[in-house]
């Protein structure tokens, strides 16, 4: 009789993960000391061996890099912050489509002055955040650099049933969680070496991704279409617009400004909040009516608020709409990496 093939029993959840002597592997065991092995029906094999093993129903697969000096500042940041800020950045990508997070794999390039206390604060951090947001470190690379520090990070989710960018049809309305600016308002005050505001910091070097929000908006056959922001309401809604094939059509005066990014210039404020980047919020689109009914029940659940900022149309990319539907540029960019002439 054939048999199906078997994966061996999981270890002991209090099991030390066992690796060969030398001063790596005895890094990637501080890595890994007081993660319980074996606990999770959804890991099947966890770190240890040369690949992790994973089930679920609809596998979701992402990957983030955060690279010293484009993403962070050791002056900036300490290096739990860091960890944390990467793996959140990741996680954030399974939020935009609604998955449940299984766990991370971190690869993590450090000079060799790092390897030490530095390394594993930066690894806490990223561990406490996908232990945050429910899943587990499933294991990773390490490898020396001669500069810069570099953090990625590849995220596992389950979704049986994905929230896609490609949803949205002319119409609907446009949401998005949160308050947006806060990460901006604090970049600008560190970059003209002034003291963030504290909330600012916070939305800075703590960024929350939204992995339970959306698991809850797509329990409720919310979302029609969504995308997590990253790089701005502007450029991210770009993103839903082009792969839906419709106009996304904003009212400045509804953008929900984080309180530290208001200034007296509604200019100002509404710039950080549309191009400053992560804010690692949610904007979906539903059809008009779905969403205010659970407004008040979202906020009681996660502390989070939820707003509508706009409307569906026909056409293309992302505009500013007036009381009498007349279109204008919004005249913020989104951030890219690569920009004309580069490269």
């Not at 810069?148 to 994905?162: C, H, I, K, N, S």
Request: aromatic residues 4%.
């Amino acid at each position: 009789m054939r048999t199906s093939p078997s994966v061996h029993p999981r270890p002991h959840p209090d099991a030390p993960v066992r690796l060969a002597p030398g001063p790596e592997f005895d890094l990637i065991r501080r890595f890994l000391a007081g993660q319980a092995q074996g606990e999770r029906e959804d890991v099947r094999v966890g770190p240890g061996d040369d690949c992790a093993v994973v089930a679920g129903n609809g596998i979701a697969l992402s990957s983030d890099m955060s690279v010293e000096g484009v993403h962070f500042r050791r002056d900036w940041l300490a290096p739990e912050e860091i960890g944390w800020r990467a793996a959140a950045a990741a996680l954030s990508d399974l939020a935009a489509v609604a998955a449940r997070p299984i766990g991370i794999l971190v690869s993590l390039a450090a000079p060799a002055g790092d390897a030490g206390d530095f390394a594993a604060a930066v690894m806490a951090g990223c561990r406490a955040a996908v232990e945050e947001a429910g899943g587990a470190l499933l294991g990773g690379d390490l490898t020396r650099s001669p500069g810069p520090l570099v953090v990625d990070v590849t995220v596992v989710g389950e979704a049986p049933r994905p929230v896609l960018r490609s949803g949205a049809r002319p119409g609907q309305e446009v949401w998005v969680t949160g308050e947006l600016g806060g990460a901006a308002a604090c970049v600008e005050a560190l970059l003209a070496e002034r003291a963030p505001q504290p909330s600012a910091r916070e939305r800075f070097a703590h960024p929350v991704p939204r992995v339970r929000e959306a698991q809850w908006l797509a329990a409720h056959g919310v979302p029609t279409a969504m995308v997590d922001l990253s790089d701005g309401l502007v450029g991210d809604a770009g993103h839903l617009a082009a792969a839906s094939g419709v106009a996304v059509m904003l009212v400045p005066e509804l953008i929900p400004v984080h309180p530290a990014a208001r200034e007296r210039s509604r200019v100002r404020s509404l710039r950080r909040a549309l191009g400053g980047g992560e804010d690692y919020e949610l904007c979906f689109t539903a059809p008009v009516g779905a969403v205010p009914p659970l407004v008040d029940g979202f906020a009681r659940a996660f502390g989070v608020r939820l707003t509508c900022v706009g409307k569906l149309g026909g056409g293309d990319g992302v505009w500013f709409v007036d009381a009498e539907g007349r279109r204008r540029p919004t005249g913020v960019a989104a951030w890219q990496h690569f920009g004309r002439g580069d490269a």
